[in-house]
T-cell receptor
Framework: AQSVTQLGSHVSVSEGALVLLRCNYS??????LFWYVQYPNQGLQLLLK??????LVKGINGFEAEFKKSETSFHLTKPSAHMSDAAEYFC????????????FGTGTRLLVSP | DAGITQSPRYKITETGRQVTLMCHQT?????MFWYRQDLGHGLRLIYY???????DKGEVPDGYVVSRSKTENFPLTLESATRSQTSVYFC?????????????FGSGTQLSVL
């Protein structure tokens, strides 16, 4: 079965600093990988996805992620954090069923300080 | 309003009672999903449905029952609630369920079983 591991349940950055949220996946077949964001008291929203096209994927709100097969990683980055980026971020991988039967990581809460 | 809505937003019940969580989407999406979100586990798939009258188990189906008599509705029933079912429940939908498509989430139902 496929799985994802998110390193760090909490990440704290200052406003304007680089954001790096880590995600490693386990898969025996080429994976589809996703990053979702959850703002307080809301459902999840898709940030970006990797579907075997370009390895560097750009998403909404200035986020991007790079698929590195050799490292089985799909880390999420943003050059400059904004206060509005404070949220919980989930990495997810699809099982090889041909449809969106996602397996989620445990989440990383991003804290942004002024 | 168009979109995916869940009700109730909050629910408190007692052990042994039957509880039904509602999910309604206005897009006529084929696929619908139920996830539960718990600290340390992220989101886990309970049940999903590929179309009306077609449902299947996810990762953690025990203690839950679903039905899908109409495309737009996907209720989740806890037949005899237990404390371990205290969680935040998210419903989601997508059009064809293809991996390239976006998954839309509701705002969640926070369930407490006393």
């Amino acid at each position: 079965a496929q799985s994802v591991t998110q390193l760090g349940s909490h990440v704290s950055v200052s406003e304007g600093a680089l954001v790096l949220l880590r995600c490693n996946y386990s898969s025996s077949v080429p994976p589809y990988l996703f990053w979702y964001v959850q703002y307080p008291n809301q459902g999840l929203q898709l940030l970006l996805k990797y579907t075997s096209a370009a390895t560097l994927v750009k998403g909404i709100n200035g986020f991007e992620a790079e698929f590195k097969k050799s490292e089985t990683s799909f880390h999420l980055t943003k050059p400059s954090a904004h206060m509005s980026d404070a949220a919980e971020y989930f990495c997810a991988v699809s099982e090889d069923t041909g449809f969106q039967k996602l397996v989620f990581g445990t989440g990383t809460r991003l804290l942004v300080s002024p | 309003d168009a979109g995916i809505t869940q009700s109730p937003r909050y629910k408190i019940t007692e052990t042994g009672r039957q509880v039904t969580l509602m999910c309604h989407q206005t897009w006529s999406h084929s696929y619908m999903f139920w996830y539960r979100q718990d600290l340390g586990h992220g989101l886990r798939l309970i049940y999903y449905s590929a179309a009306a009258d077609i449902t299947d188990k996810g990762e953690v189906p025990d203690g839950y029952v679903v039905s899908r008599s109409k495309t737009e509705n996907f209720p989740l029933t806890l037949e005899s609630a237990t404390r371990s079912q205290t969680s935040v429940y998210f419903c989601a939908s997508s059009d064809s369920g293809k991996l390239e498509e976006k998954l839309f989430f509701g705002s969640g139902t926070q369930l407490s079983v006393l």
